[in-house]
Nanobody, 116 residues
Framework: QVQPVESGGGLVQAGGSLRLSCAAS????????MGWYRQAPGKQREVVAF???????NYADSVKGRFAISRDNAKNTVYLQMSGLKPEDTAVYYC??????????WGQGTQVTVSS
């Protein structure tokens, strides 16, 4: 199966902003809720935000009010606008279907590092 391709990560100071992008295959993207996950060193991967095929959104409490997820159905692309970044947001960020099945491959992810 084609892996999602995440991009847009980097090193930013606390309080800064980044915009992540993820291009997914059409068979995953269409009619699916898509989400951004993150995994910090020594921690489990967690969902930070997801968006339904009709545009409804949901956020983890830790990012609510700071992150905004959106999608472009014509491009099979999902975005994550992150602002007010904190050191605890440091992680590798991945996108995938929500809920993800065991058959949905993970991409390489994109590293986000927030310095204090």
């Amino acid at each position: 199966q084609v892996q999602p391709v995440e991009s847009g990560g980097g090193l930013v100071q606390a309080g800064g902003s980044l915009r992540l992008s993820c291009a997914a295959s059409k068979n995953i993207f269409s009619a699916s809720a898509m989400g951004w996950y993150r995994q910090a060193p020594g921690k489990q991967r967690e969902v930070v935000a997801f968006i339904t095929s009709s545009g409804g959104t949901n956020y983890a409490d830790s990012v609510k009010g700071r992150f905004a997820i959106s999608r472009d159905n014509a491009k099979n692309t999902v975005y994550l606008q992150m602002s007010g970044l904190k050191p605890e947001d440091t992680a590798v960020y991945y996108c995938n279907r929500v809920p993800r099945s065991a058959f949905d491959a993970w991409g390489q992810g994109t590293q986000v590092t927030v310095s204090s």
